[in-house]
């Protein structure tokens, strides 16, 4: 079973609507979560990265939540744009060791005009 | 471009082909990570070097890849006899002791025909 599960797999909303990712974790203990970018053809790049302890984190428009009690993260993008349309990758790192990450499926996003 | 670079970015081979794949980190990271990444999936965690030693290997890491870092500088990865379920986009990152944060390269896609 994938310790990193993702919903939707893929989503379509038009430019300038706002939308949330969900991802839930079965991975404990962990170091951090974070949410990834990854533009089609390209290598992920951060977005945010949240401890336990932390409850919501926002990077521009996108904000990321932690809900450590029930396993569960969300990223809300808003007032979307067309270079948001990629896949958006939930991953958690591990502790201790050399930095683990457990990565979820993604969600592809499609930002249509 | 200070980032993390791969070479080639597409290979095409037929089966039973060796291949190679290089990796240039950031300069002053001495972690290094191969993943691999199939259509619609996150990566997968193949291997780890900490500057010239290989710290861990995936067990989908079978005895047709091998990777090495002979400088702890950059790293190749070599398929050897490949099959059609090599096809999938090979990835990179880096990262330093101090900071954990990996950096991704632009991988190089793997098309077995």
């Known amino acids: 079973k994938n310790q990193v599960e993702q919903s939707p797999q893929s989503l379509i909303i038009l430019e300038g609507k706002n939308c949330t990712l969900q991802?839930?974790?079965?991975?404990?203990?962990?170091?951090?979560l974070r949410w990834y970018k990854q533009d089609t053809g390209r290598g992920p790049v951060s977005l945010t990265i949240?401890?336990?302890?932390?409850n919501t984190k926002s990077n521009g428009r996108y904000t990321a939540t932690l809900d450590a009690d029930t396993k569960q993260s969300s990223l809300h993008i808003t007032a979307s744009q067309l270079s948001d349309s990629a896949s958006y990758i939930c991953?958690?790192?591990?502790?201790?060791?050399?930095?683990?990450?457990?990565f979820g499926a993604g969600t592809r996003l499609a930002v249509h005009p | 471009d200070t980032g993390v670079s791969q070479d080639p970015r597409h290979k095409i081979t037929k089966r039973g082909q060796n291949v190679t794949f290089r990796c240039d980190p950031i300069s002053e990271h001495n972690r290094l990570y191969w993943y691999r990444q199939t259509l619609g999936q996150g990566p997968e965690f193949l291997t780890y070097f900490q500057n010239e030693a290989q710290l861990e290997k995936s067990r989908l890491l079978s005895d047709r890849f091998s990777a090495e870092r002979p400088k702890g500088s950059f790293s190749t990865l070599e398929i050897q006899r490949t099959e059609q379920g090599d096809s999938a986009m090979y990835l990179c990152?880096?990262?330093?002791?101090?900071?954990?944060?990996?950096?991704f390269g632009p991988g190089t896609r793997l098309t077995v025909t």
């Open positions: 991953v958690v790192l591990l502790p201790g060791g050399y930095n683990k990450l457990i």
């Open positions: 990152a880096s990262s330093s002791v101090e900071e954990g944060e990996q950096y």
């Open positions: 949240m401890t336990f302890s932390e």
């Open positions: 991802c839930n974790y079965t991975v404990s203990p962990f170091s951090n």
